[in-house]
């Protein structure tokens, strides 16, 4: 029976790495598929919070399934013991699409990113990789799935960074009512709420910095700018809040009260921590908007709660106060029709993959 049973498992996984990644990739380009064994040790590796120092912390509980791969709870990721991270959780959906890797583009590969959380003092905080493999060396349930993708029961960095890197790759979410509509040829599809919004979205060049091609659209333009976020949040810090304790009552808190409770933010320079150049102060990877309506927070510091808040903050022409944002970046009053079809339209680019892939099924 239990040979039976892992059988059954091994041919369904094998079924997973060689059928999936086209079903749901209507309206992205094809992507090579990743070897079941990997993903599958990969999906492991993810989800296995004694890879961390203290067994508390696994990639998934930032980057959570049933929210789209990140976190909505949360403007930025809580981290080791408690910390606030610096930056918002941005999605994994359609990952195997970015070039730079995270919101600075720091690092160049999936596999190099891969391997950063384990090792930073405020995410999962090992002091080496090496404690990392020797740790997963000792879990005796690791052995067949390391004998699967390895043929052995050793692993080395490469192995880890590989793995985690081809389960990140299968997290394709497209097929959406846009896609069906643009690229499927469906003509119902799309809502004409939503087909007013995408003419819209082309009318204000939004596609500019959110591509979209004849045959595939990434929604990104892969590159990095500042749109007056980080200057605007910087600026608020400075202010009093006002904060909603109950519907009919509210509490007015100075900027000192706030940092007493939670902590100042750390400072941010974005894309200019990597490359030094000061053409690239405060700038941030351009999002795919793909999947935008089910992954708020938004923005790299998480600051704007719902798209509504987003369109507003484009439409007021993001921090014009800010010399170093963007000229692109320019204030563009909308109606409330106009806002009502751009909601439409971002929203029809949601996934109805994206449950499947948070609970594992494919």
């Known amino acids: 029976m239990r040979r039976c ?21 209507l309206g992205l380009p094809s992507l090579k598929p990743e070897p079941a064994v990997q993903v599958e040790l990969g999906r492991k590796l993810f989800f296995d919070r004694r890879l961390s120092v203290n067994g508390s912390l696994s990639c998934a509980m930032c980057h959570v399934p049933s929210q789209g791969f990140t976190s909505n709870e949360l403007r930025t990721s809580v981290g080791m013991e408690g910390v606030s991270l ?8 359609n990952v195997a699409y970015v070039n730079e890797f995270f ?3 720091r690092s160049s590969s999936l596999e190099h990113q891969a391997l950063q959380p384990l090792l930073h003092p405020d995410e999962m905080a090992n002091p080496d990789i090496a404690t990392v493999l020797r740790r997963i ?13 390895l043929g052995r029961d050793r692993i080395l960095a490469q192995h ?16 959406s009512p846009f896609d069906r509509w643009r690229y499927g040829g469906d003509a119902k599809a799309l809502e004409p709420t ?9 009318r204000l060049q939004c596609v500019q910095c959110h591509r979209v091609g004849e045959r595939h659209a990434l929604f990104t333009d892969g590159l990095f700018h500042n749109i007056g976020v980080q ?3 910087q600026v608020r810090r400075t202010r009093d809040l006002v904060v909603r304790l109950l519907p009919d009552q509210t509490a007015r808190l100075t900027p000192e009260e706030l940092r007493r409770i939670g902590g100042e933010d750390a400072p941010d320079r974005g894309r200019q921590e990597v490359t030094g150049r000061g053409a690239d102060l405060r700038a941030f990877r351009t999002p795919s908007l793909r999947n935008v309506a089910l992954t708020a927070p938004y923005m790299h510091d998480g600051s704007l709660a719902t798209l509504e808040e987003v369109l507003e903050h484009y439409a007021s022409g993001g921090s014009p106060l800010d010399p170093a944002q ?7 009053p909308l109606s409330h029709a106009e806002k009502a079809d751009l909601l439409a339209f971002l929203r029809s680019l949601s996934s109805p993959h994206t449950l499947a892939l948070g609970q594992g099924v494919y």
């Open 5 to 25: 049973l892992r059988l059954t498992i091994a041919l369904t996984l094998l079924v997973v790495g060689t059928r999936w990644v086209g079903a749901s990739t």
């Open 86 to 93: 610096r930056r918002n959780a941005p999605t994994l959906l």
């Open 103 to 105: 919101l600075d583009g």
């Open 137 to 149: 060396q000792r879990l005796p349930d690791y052995k067949p799935f390391l004998n699967r993708a």
């Open 160 to 175: 880890l960074e590989k793995a985690l890197a081809s389960f990140q790759r299968t997290l394709v979410a497209a097929d």
């Open 194 to 202: 939503a087909q007013r919004g995408f003419a819209l979205f082309q």
């Open 231 to 233: 200057y605007r949040s």
């Open 326 to 332: 963007s000229a692109l970046i320019k204030p563009t």
